[in-house]
Every structure is written in structure tokens, then in C-alpha cells.
């Protein structure tokens, strides 16, 4: 339903590299776990790194969990974006201290090139981006995901604690 519809003799898109960046502060087991999903149905095969829980710092609300995923697609980015806001608004997203999801389009490495968000060196995305993409630039020059994390780790200021979305079995 959401992708690329070529007609007969088109030629086949390149395929893009894609990270996201899903968010939630509100019901995260319920809204990143039903995102994941729904992701997964259309561009399965998912890689998840590890979800992690930090602080709002923008509005004061409760903490939110971070959840990076990448996967290869052949959809357009502007397709990928649209798919994208359609399944925050399935979440009803709203701005402000309780956001039930946020996605984030992180890292597109297509056929044009890269495009990355301007938060994805954030330390709640950059330890998913370096798990999952370590040799990926988010520039053409500069250090990679995996080079940009062991450097804010060394500098000490990642407040950032490992996410479960169901307890640990005893």
C-alpha cells in the first residue's frame, strides 16, 4: 500500500539504508512496541539496537524510551516520511510533555546520498546508530557513528540507562 509502484519496463529503485529513531514517554511498551510492528510489515527485515531510557530534558516530562532500527528499503525518502507521520498520527502523536510516539527518520543512504537528521548525534540515537551502523558517516567527512560514540562516552555526559518492554524473566 505505501511503496514504490513502478510500471512495467520501469527500472527497480536503488535500495536505501535506513535508521529510525522511534521515541516514546508515554505507554512506550504499548506505542514503540505496536510501531516495531507495523514497521516490520513493511520493511522486514528489521534490525533493533538495544532501547534505552533518559531523560526529558526539552519539557520535564517523564523519562522517554529510544529505540533505534535500521532495514534496506527501495521506498523513496519522501514515501519513507509519509509512512512515517502516518503511523505517529495511528499513535495520536501530539507535541508537548506526554508524546506517545515520535519517529524519526535518522540516516537515508540512497542512491542521492546521505541525509541524516539533525539530532541523530544525540546520545539517545548515536549509541543505536553505532550499534547498528558503526562504519556509516553521518557526513562525508569525519568520524563514523561507532568513532562519534566512544568519543561522548569518554566525555562522560551519557545519562542514559538500558530499556526493558516487558520484565526480566526470574
Same mark, same amino acid.
Given at each position: 500500500? &505505501?511503496?514504490?509502484?513502478?510500471?512495467?519496463?520501469?527500472?527497480?529503485?536503488?535500495?536505501?539504508?535506513?535508521? @529510525?529513531?522511534?521515541? #516514546? $514517554?508515554?505507554?512506550?511498551?504499548?506505542?514503540?512496541?505496536?510501531?516495531?510492528?507495523?514497521?516490520?510489515?513493511? +520493511?522486514?527485515?528489521?534490525?533493533?539496537?538495544? *532501547?534505552?531510557?533518559?531523560?526529558?530534558?526539552?519539557?520535564?516530562? /517523564?523519562? =522517554?524510551?529510544?529505540?533505534?532500527?535500521? +532495514?534496506?528499503?527501495? &521506498?523513496?525518502?519522501?514515501? !519513507?516520511?509519509?509512512?512515517? %507521520?502516518?503511523?505517529?498520527?495511528?499513535?495520536?502523536?501530539? %507535541?508537548?510533555?506526554?508524546?506517545? !510516539?515520535?519517529?524519526? @527518520? @535518522? =540516516? +537515508?543512504?540512497? /542512491?542521492?546520498?546521505?541525509?541524516?537528521?539533525?539530532?541523530?548525534?544525540?546520545? =539517545?540515537?548515536?549509541?543505536?546508530?553505532?550499534?547498528?551502523? *558503526?562504519?556509516?558517516?553521518?557526513?562525508? %567527512?569525519?568520524?563514523? +557513528? #561507532?568513532?562519534?560514540?566512544?568519543?561522548?562516552?569518554?566525555?562522560? $555526559?551519557?545519562?542514559?540507562? *538500558? &530499556?526493558?518492554? &516487558?520484565?526480566?524473566?526470574?
Amino acid at each position: 500500500m &505505501w511503496g514504490c509502484r513502478l510500471s512495467a519496463g520501469s527500472a527497480r529503485p536503488e535500495p536505501a539504508l535506513v535508521a @529510525l529513531g522511534l521515541g #516514546s $514517554n508515554c505507554a512506550p511498551e504499548h506505542h514503540l512496541l505496536r510501531a516495531l510492528a507495523a514497521l516490520a510489515n513493511d +520493511f522486514a527485515p528489521l534490525r533493533l539496537a538495544a *532501547p534505552v531510557l533518559g531523560p526529558d530534558a526539552l519539557h520535564g516530562g /517523564a523519562d =522517554y524510551v529510544n529505540w533505534v532500527c535500521s +532495514f534496506v528499503t527501495d &521506498w523513496p525518502e519522501a514515501g !519513507l516520511r509519509r509512512r512515517l %507521520k502516518a503511523l505517529e498520527q495511528a499513535c495520536s502523536r501530539q %507535541k508537548g510533555a506526554a508524546v506517545t !510516539l515520535d519517529v524519526d @527518520l @535518522l =540516516y +537515508f543512504a540512497g /542512491a542521492d546520498g546521505v541525509v541524516c537528521h539533525h539530532q541523530c548525534l544525540e546520545p =539517545y540515537w548515536l549509541g543505536g546508530l553505532a550499534q547498528l551502523l *558503526p562504519e556509516a558517516r553521518p557526513e562525508s %567527512k569525519g568520524a563514523d +557513528f #561507532s568513532e562519534r560514540w566512544r568519543a561522548m562516552q569518554a566525555l562522560g $555526559n551519557v545519562v542514559l540507562r *538500558p &530499556w526493558q518492554p &516487558w520484565p526480566a524473566a526470574t
